[in-house]
């Protein structure tokens, strides 16, 4: 009987202790998987960041472009090199293909909301880039909060809609245009009803400084060569014949807006300084004293027109003394400043700079005068089909003084037309030029039409065309060298030009 009980009690202790074992392996409850959630506050697109309360957006676009008769952004052939200078060996068409990605952040504090934007583009162009090769382009990046900006942003000088005119790229002329942003630091208002102010502290360099001609020096001749105006990631304003100083003042930016169902109003304002480099080699030789500009714009959008309710009619103007870059040509087709527009056909050539002043030996600056006005119309002819119509004139004129100093500079005694191979101040000349009127007002008049389908929501396929007039006032002629062109004497005259661009858009 003992011998039993003892059996029975052995088993229960094996029994309890498999029991424990048993225990100690079974599954232990899983936390529950933290989903991904729809972020709605604002709009569609933002999910929360799983763990936080910062809603997030991830997109970006795949574009293939191809422009007939020009070079990048669809810029037609106006400043130089095979095309500008019309040569046999120019291509009649390129390519660009860019992936263009965007980070978009948002938390919700008791301060205010707290956002972060970032948008670079990998480009490959061709004749630019090697085969596998690229450009990394660091467009718009900046931290929002409490009002404040910081970072690179759309200038506060530029309408609410730079970002959304009509057309499928920058070559076409319309004020100031700096779509791929400006550092700053701006703090804007909002005061109810759709107003609003800003006020901004913007670097000038390179989109805002056109250029400053020391006359003492060589600047690029209409033929010389061809700026490197087009191309990312290489030092701004560096073109021969500039002598700008280093930036020693922030350009002081401001606009009151009006936002409505029915569009929006512009006004913008800024100030922009110009410093001067020496008068001759080194520091000793002096320098002009610094000059300060200023530049005015005043812009209106139309909404849902009587001809259509997706229909668009925008309108800019902008006046400018001294800066330049905020009324004519600024934006992505010049990076590096100093803009000189130089087209060849035949034996005959016009051509004319783009700078912010003008100054000789012991002088002032002679600031340049610009004025533009430029309209962006867009029809949905259904919700597929698409047709926009845009024009721009863009005038710049230097005055009694700066026609003075460019006419003696550019004259057969002056020489100071020169090769582009050489860096500033030295140089070789490459021609000069002779005439009556010796004035170098300058204009540009673009007229351009866009059609776009898009056959599935995200998917836009567009044509457009350009037409380009170079309008200049000289009357004689140019003698010298132009890059693969006869050293011979070219008439002076405007001219006409034509471009086109194809695009295939992949938004996501």
């Not at 630019?128 to 382009?137: K, N, P, Q, V």
């Not at 002088?363 to 430029?374: K, P, R």
Request: with cysteine; charged share 15%; aromatic share 14%.
């Amino acid at each position: 009987m003992k011998a039993i009980k003892q059996a029975i009690l052995g088993s229960a202790a094996v029994l309890m202790a498999i029991g424990g074992a048993q225990a100690a392996d079974l599954p232990v409850k899983a936390k529950a998987v933290e989903y991904v959630k729809i972020c709605s506050l604002y709009g569609a697109g933002f999910y929360y960041i799983p763990g936080t309360d910062t809603c997030i957006k991830i997109g970006g676009a795949i574009r293939i472009d191809t422009t007939i008769n020009g070079g990048p952004y669809d810029a037609p052939y106006w400043q130089g090199g095979a095309g500008g200078n019309n040569l046999w060996t120019k291509d009649y068409y390129l390519t660009r293909d860019r992936i263009n990605l965007i980070t978009d952040t948002r938390t919700a504090t008791e301060y205010g909301m707290v956002r972060t934007y970032a948008n670079f583009q990998l480009d490959f162009t061709q004749g630019r880039d090697s085969i596998a090769g690229g450009f990394t382009e660091v467009d718009l990046v900046f931290i929002q909060f409490g009002g404040f900006t910081f970072g690179k942003a759309v200038s506060q000088f530029d309408p609410q809609w730079a970002l959304t005119k009509p057309y499928i790229s920058s070559g076409f002329l319309a004020g100031s245009n700096n779509s791929t942003g400006l550092p700053q630091i701006s703090y804007t208002a909002e005061f109810g009803n759709g107003v609003s102010a800003s006020i901004s502290l913007e670097n000038a360099s390179p989109y805002r400084n056109a250029g400053l001609y020391n006359t003492a020096n060589f600047i690029v001749a209409p033929g010389g060569g061809q700026f490197l105006n087009q191309q990312y990631g290489v030092a701004s304003y560096t073109f021969l014949g500039n002598s700008y100083g280093g930036n020693h003042i922030p350009d002081v930016v401001g606009n009151i807006r009006l936002d409505q169902k029915w569009g929006s109003l512009h006004f913008g304002a800024a100030m922009h300084t110009i410093t001067p480099g020496f008068y001759g080699a080194n520091e000793a030789s002096g320098h002009a004293d610094d000059s300060y500009g200023f530049a005015v714009t005043g812009a209106v959008e139309f909404k849902n027109l009587p001809t259509g309710a997706s229909d668009s009619l925008k309108i800019e103007t902008s006046y400018g003394k001294g800066a330049t870059k905020y009324v004519f040509g600024g934006g992505t087709l010049d990076t590096q400043g100093g803009g000189r527009f130089a087209k060849f056909d035949g034996n005959t050539v016009g051509f004319g700079y783009l700078l912010d002043g003008v100054f000789g030996t012991n002088g002032q600056i002679q600031q340049a005068e610009t004025w533009q006005v430029s309209a962006f119309y867009e029809h949905y002819w259904n919700p597929a089909w698409r047709t926009s119509l845009f024009g721009n004139y863009s005038h710049i004129s230097y005055g009694d003084g700066g026609n003075a100093l460019l006419a003696a500079a550019f004259s057969p005694a002056g020489g100071r037309l020169g090769s582009a191979s050489a860096t500033a101040p030295s140089g070789a000349t490459a021609g000069s030029i002779s005439g009556t009127t010796n004035n170098f007002d300058f204009a540009i008049a673009q007229i351009g039409t866009r059609t776009a389908w898009t056959p599935v929501k995200n998917l836009t396929l567009s044509a457009e065309f350009t037409y380009t007039r170079l309008d200049q006032n000289l009357d004689g002629t140019y003698t010298g060298t132009a890059s693969g062109k006869p050293n011979q004497t070219y008439q002076i005259k405007d001219q006409n030009l034509y471009n086109g661009s194809l695009q295939i858009l992949r938004s996501f």
